[in-house]
């Protein structure tokens, strides 16, 4: 299974492969601001299963955690964390099948807009989920 996908403007590409360790959308505040959406879709892989193929990328590093976004038309394409280094989140909306990702679970339900009607029979986490395992 190969998931492939690009930013907006096209210069960064990505390719994923195997099943997707999990798919949540974040509600919190960071995410919300760095994808200037009510939320932000992330696809979790193991970090050796993402490679980006082409493209620049630019990093916002924060308390440990990196985004990184197309340097040339900011869309947002990866979030790590250094407690989970074996860990990469790419951002659902970039993804070309972005169709067949439907969401596992919603965090940082503590942020949520009220006003977004959510999928009730899906988990919820007041911040994070439990980290996908690898093994
Ligand atoms: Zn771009
Ligand atoms: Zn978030």
New binding site residues.
């Given amino acids: 299974m190969t998931w492939t996908g690009h ?6 590409r990505y390719e994923a492969t195997g099943a997707p360790l999990n798919t949540s959308l974040c509600h919190c505040e960071d995410c919300r601001r760095a994808s200037g959406a009510p939320f932000q879709g992330w696809i979790f892989f193991p970090r050796t299963k993402v490679e980006i193929l082409s ?1 620049e990328l630019r990093v916002h590093a924060y308390e440990g955690r990196e985004r990184s976004f ?1 340097a ?2 900011g ?1 947002p394409i990866s979030f790590t964390d250094q407690a989970y280094p074996d860990l990469m989140e790419v951002t659902l909306g970039t993804m070309d099948d972005a169709a067949a990702l439907k969401p596992d679970d919603y965090n940082w339900m503590e942020d949520h807009l009220p006003w977004l009607h959510l999928d009730p029979s899906l988990p919820q986490f007041i911040h994070n989920g439990p980290p996908p395992c690898l093994t």
Avoid: F, Q, R, Y
């Fill in positions: 930013c907006l403007c096209g210069a960064v493209g197309c040339a038309c869309s």
